[in-house]
């Protein structure tokens, strides 16, 4: 296994809970929480518990331990319709760079949004 490596980024300190967050699912690689600016209700991030900012640095075993979590949350969710995204980059619309994939459950038009 690769070193786990934190740094001083906004997720590394949502993972050593210098700043709260809301936590849905936690192993040894990963942590998932609830996204501070959901585009739908539930929208939830996973992260590796290794700080990479983009996702050809994240070693295979921290991104093997986060599809399922990934999986699991929108299982969870029960959402019939969902993205899982991943941005890298500015221009890819990366704004925190630790990287994260993003699972937004899309509501049935008859729910709304948030
Ligand atoms: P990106 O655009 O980098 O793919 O997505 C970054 C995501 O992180 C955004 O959806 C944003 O709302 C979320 N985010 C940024 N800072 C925080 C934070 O401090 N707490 C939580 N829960 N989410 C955050
Ligand atoms: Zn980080």
Known sequence: ???NRL???IFCKIIKGEIPSFKLVETELSYSFLDIGPLS???ALVIPKYHAAKLHELPDEYLADAMPIAKRIA????AENYN??????R????????V???V???PSKDEGLI
């Open 1 to 3: 296994m690769a070193t």
């Open 7 to 9: 740094a001083s980024c």
């Open 41 to 43: 209700k539930g929208h």
């Open 75 to 78: 299982l969870a969710q029960g």
């Open 84 to 89: 899982v995204l991943q941005n890298n980059g």
């Open 91 to 98: 221009t890819a619309h990366q704004e925190v760079d630790h």
């Open 100 to 102: 994260h994939f993003h």
């Open 104 to 106: 937004i459950p899309k």
